[in-house]
């Protein structure tokens, strides 16, 4: 018999690649800093369910893009998906990739939308606050200061909507961050290992593939009891 599961593992594998110091993406802004310390110097292989989960990402987000250029959906112009964009700071970039630019129609207005897929919308109350930081980073670099997280359940295709205000001050406490980052890799320091010292972000560790040498490097984090 055919191995389904082998076959849909081969077909979305990828060559792992590291990342270069001195390039970030939007989408690590929100995550534990020393996670993404860990992941430029200690690169690791995408575990398989976890590039399934990316992959129903993707599917999700082509599905999206399918309404959002239809001629039944009168409401709404798509004038943009999957657009890059990379901004220069200090000595280091910003890179990444926008999920769609829509107009809405009646008023003019235009949006950038952010697509995000889930099991469990009946849970989604808010919107996450990493999910909030990278669109407030492409809300500042883009100019384009209306934004909006769309989150898909994976099992029934229901969604909500949160509109996102633009909040310059946070823009720049994220950049901020990344000027941290950015220092701490190239001085090779290890951060703090911030998302086990806050109890409203210590769930990160749950999932983190560096959670073993996280606890070595740093038996007791500040403030963990």
């Known amino acids: 018999m055919i191995d389904f599961d082998k076959l849909i593992d081969e077909h979305i594998k990828r060559e792992s690649k590291p990342k270069g110091i001195g390039k970030y993406y939007p989408s690590e802004a929100g995550s534990c800093m020393r996670k993404v310390w860990y992941s430029y110097k200690y690169p690791s ?3 398989p369910d976890l ?6 990402g993707d599917i999700i987000h082509d ?5 959002l250029k239809s001629e039944k959906t009168k409401d709404v112009e798509l004038l943009e998906s999957e657009f890059p964009f990379k901004e220069k700071v200090e000595d280091f970039l910003i890179s990444g990739r926008i999920d769609n630019l829509i107009k809405i129609k009646a008023s003019g207005k235009i949006y950038l939308v952010e697509v995000k897929s889930t099991k469990g919308i009946q849970w989604v109350n808010n919107a996450s606050p990493h999910n909030v930081q990278q669109l407030q980073l492409y809300m500042h670099f883009t100019g384009v200061h209306n934004g909006i ?3 898909i ?3 029934n295709l229901k969604s ?3 509109e996102i205000k633009y909040d310059e001050a946070e823009a720049r406490r994220i950049i901020e961050r990344f000027k941290k980052l950015h220092k701490h890799l190239v001085e090779n320091i290890l951060p703090e290992a911030e998302a ?3 109890k409203e972000s210590n769930w990160m560790c749950k999932y983190c593939e560096y959670k073993e040498r996280c606890f070595k490097d740093t038996p007791k984090a500040k403030h963990e009891g």
């Open 149 to 151: 997280l769309l989150y």
């Open 196 to 198: 086990r010292a806050h």
């Open 63 to 67: 599905f999206v893009v399918e309404v």
């Open 160 to 162: 909500k909507i949160f």
């Open 45 to 47: 292989e995408i575990d």
């Open 51 to 56: 590039r399934k989960i990316f992959k129903m």
């Open 153 to 155: 359940d994976k099992t």
